[in-house]
């Protein structure tokens, strides 16, 4: 049962502040909302956070809540904050919680021209769908669009246990899903192959 709205929030610290930065981040309570935290998982300075919202304008009650939060991280951080809002589009594979709750989290994303929105949308539940339904290295999948960003675009969500070499072999690097994503990057990707990007982070208690 994925969360409707997730606020999505990446930062980057510096090195020499990455283990304090951890700590304040992972402890950053915010009552009242479910919240995970990730971290990247080939660059450990790479932080991520989903907190799960009941409605669009939940966004300025978090953020006013934590300003004392966003004030202790500024020093240790080497970017500015990568925020934006996320809206459930298909929730191809149910978790057990609002957020994925496997040890890792590969983010997908895509833009996709709204010319061509709908032709997608139709297209990938007999593509890139199916493929996930009959991955049993998927715990769980959801597939979100941007709702609030600079970034306008499709997120996919892809929750997993293991390793991540193996788990990206299995499925994504198949002979079938490089065919998937050829058909995707001449029709439907803004920018072609190249506008697809992924990152996969490691799920840490909150």
């Keep these: 049962m994925s969360a409707s709205l997730i606020l999505s929030s990446e930062i980057i610290v510096h090195k020499e502040a990455a283990s304090d930065a951890w700590d304040l981040w992972k402890n950053c309570g915010i009552g009242g909302f479910h919240r995970e935290v990730y971290r ?52 191809v594979k149910p978790g057990e919680a609002p957020l994925p709750q496997a040890e890792k989290l590969q983010l997908r994303y895509i833009e996709v021209p709204l010319s061509v929105q709908d032709e997608y949308l139709a297209w990938r539940k007999s593509t890139i769908f199916d493929v996930v339904r009959n991955a049993t290295r998927v715990s769980s999948f959801a597939a979100y669009h941007t709702l609030l ?58």
């Design 40 to 91: 990247g998982e080939s660059d450990p300075q790479r932080f991520l956070e989903l907190i799960a919202l009941p409605a669009v304008e939940a966004v300025f009650f978090v953020l006013e809540g934590r300003q004392d939060f966003a004030r202790n991280m500024r020093n240790n951080m080497a970017s500015d904050w990568h925020q934006q809002v996320l809206a459930l589009v298909n929730e």
């Design 149 to 206: 960003s600079m970034q306008p675009g499709v997120m996919f969500l892809s929750a997993f246990e293991g390793d991540t070499v193996s788990y990206s072999k299995d499925i994504f690097e198949t002979e079938r899903y490089q065919e998937i994503v050829k058909q995707a990057g001449s029709r439907f990707i803004a920018g072609g192959e190249n506008g697809l990007y992924t990152r996969v982070f490691v799920r840490e208690e909150s």
